[in-house]
């Protein structure tokens, strides 16, 4: 299972920031020891071109980011400083994404080790999303003729607003979000589909909810590539998440998604999407164990 990863364009970010970046690099550090006894190839992500942003982003946008013209309220809204890096980065991970849905559709799994950012818009980017990763690739994708129907079906404990807004309107491009009701953004859009989890829910209710959730999808579209956003934030342990999953539980979502997916023969592309525990070692063991789970672990 081929494996992408953006991990070498570090972002420098100032000091007690909060968005832990070290997780991407401890990732890599973790799936590149286990990566030859379980099958994952290890590759760069390639950079996502300007005509691959504007498959999403208005051509104003792309070009304010692109050349460092964002002003205070947006970069405020964003989370991050702006600097070439981050442009830099954020192109790697949207072309980690579109390269893990090729090789997807090539061989029916691959992981983006990074993406997942489902909170930016046509015209702006906000909750440490610069660019949203698969709404980009749907319409890349689509475009070269490739797929015709996306799912992304985002298990991030965030509902992915910007994918909402993005896929109103598109018929061929589905959005499915199982999140938090309290939690961030707290002006939620409508997506196609939008199941909403009380603080404190576990795992027997969030895997009873995913699984009624996904149904409903399956009685309206049926696609040819799914994008699953497997964010590690629906742990107990998340600063960020409010919600009370267990690692167990997580793995049992993850295995659930991918065995859905192969049933189905659909491919499917995952991405790591959030993850902000404290100690981040814990959110690092999450996303570990769904690489492994998308290469073929069963335990």
């Not at 991407?24 to 590149?32: K, N, P, R």
């Not at 999953?245 to 499917?268: F, I, K």
Request: proline share 5%.
């Amino acid at each position: 299972m081929d494996a992408y990863c953006s991990h070498a364009f570090p972002l420098p970010l100032p000091p007690g920031h909060r968005f832990p970046m070290s997780k991407y690099s401890l990732l890599h550090g973790e799936v590149e020891a286990v990566a030859a006894a379980s099958g994952i190839e290890l590759r760069e992500a390639p950079a996502a071109t300007d005509g691959q942003l504007r498959a999403a982003h208005t051509q104003d946008y792309v070009r304010r980011v692109l050349h460092g013209e964002l002003d205070p309220v947006e970069i405020r809204r964003l989370g991050f400083p702006w600097s070439p890096e981050l442009v830099e980065r954020s192109r790697r991970s949207v072309g980690a994404t579109l390269a893990a849905c090729r090789a997807a559709l090539r061989h029916g799994r691959a992981v983006s080790l990074a993406g997942g950012t489902h909170h930016a818009f046509a015209d702006r980017g906000e909750g440490y999303c610069v660019f949203n990763d698969s709404v980009i690739a749907a319409r890349a994708l689509r475009a070269e003729g490739m797929v015709r129907r996306v799912l992304v079906l985002d298990a991030d404990v965030h509902q992915g607003n910007g994918t909402a807004a993005l896929a109103a309107g598109d018929p061929d491009l589905f959005a499915f979000s199982i999140h938090g009701r309290h939690n961030f953004p707290f002006r939620k859009e409508r997506g196609d589909l939008d199941v909403e989890l009380e603080d404190g829910t576990g795992d027997e209710a969030y895997l009873a909810a995913l699984a009624a959730g996904v149904e409903e999808v399956l009685d309206r579209f049926h696609p040819d590539l799914v994008i699953y956003l497997a964010g590690a934030d629906p742990f107990a342990g998340d600063r960020l998440g409010r919600l009370a999953l267990t690692r167990q539980g997580l793995a049992r979502r993850d295995r659930w998604v991918l065995d859905l997916c192969r049933r189905h023969a659909w491919p499917v592309a995952v991405t790591m999407a959030g993850g902000y525990a404290d100690p981040i070692a814990d959110t690092v063991a999450i996303h570990l164990r769904t690489v492994l789970l998308a290469a073929g672990a069963r335990d």
